[in-house]
């Protein structure tokens, strides 16, 4: 295989790639901006770079024709093709908005949000259908996380409160009650 060679770059090239390199959190351009780096400033060939970047020396090759024909713009990945997010910054806005309000408030007939729940009550309000497990993500990546619920019971009766302490008394044992009688044995 003929050996790519990287020209001599100039000093606003070099700077650029030296500020990419250690600038960005992308490690995959960090290192496609490395082997550029080798090749300019060293003259190493692919082979060498791929043993000092752990990749195959196709990849190398790769690369340096990419950046030899686009500039640093050529070094980023590629637009994955798929579908586009369902997800808005205003559909969070709102699942936020409503996971923080009681759902009776909102006018619906249970009192406690469930991941299902909050998937179809988003659903009703913005028209944006997404699995209980993406309501999760979402609200997980806010902090706010759902657990099982804790169910309560109370009353509107005003001696409630009282009622309940007295039914959690420990029950008192007559006199009578306490001693026990064994029957002996006749032998």
């Not at 369902?86 to 249970?110: C, D, N």
Request: contains cysteine; hydrophobic residues 35%.
């Amino acid at each position: 295989m003929k050996p790519i060679r990287v020209p001599n770059l100039t000093p606003e090239q070099l700077a650029e790639l030296e500020e990419l390199y250690r600038s960005t959190r992308n490690v995959r351009l960090r290192t496609r901006a490395q082997m550029v780096l080798l090749a300019a400033e060293r003259c190493l060939s692919a082979a060498e770079i791929a043993d000092i970047v752990r990749a195959s020396e196709e990849t190398v090759r790769r690369w340096l024709k990419r950046y030899l024909a686009e500039g640093v713009e050529g070094l980023s990945d590629a637009p994955q093709p798929g579908a586009p997010r369902k997800v808005t910054e205003e559909y969070r806005q709102e699942l936020i908005h409503a996971v923080r309000r009681r759902p009776r408030s909102l006018g619906l007939p249970f009192s406690l949000w469930t991941l299902q729940r909050l998937a179809d009550y988003m659903a009703e309000t913005t028209g944006i259908r997404v699995t209980y497990e993406s309501v999760r993500v979402h609200l997980k990546a806010t902090g706010i996380v759902l657990s099982r619920p804790q169910h309560t019971i109370t009353s509107p009766d005003p001696e409630y409160a009282l009622k309940k302490r007295r039914s959690k008394r420990p029950a008192t044992v007559s006199p009578l009650e306490s001693t026990s009688i064994t029957p002996t044995s006749s032998t």
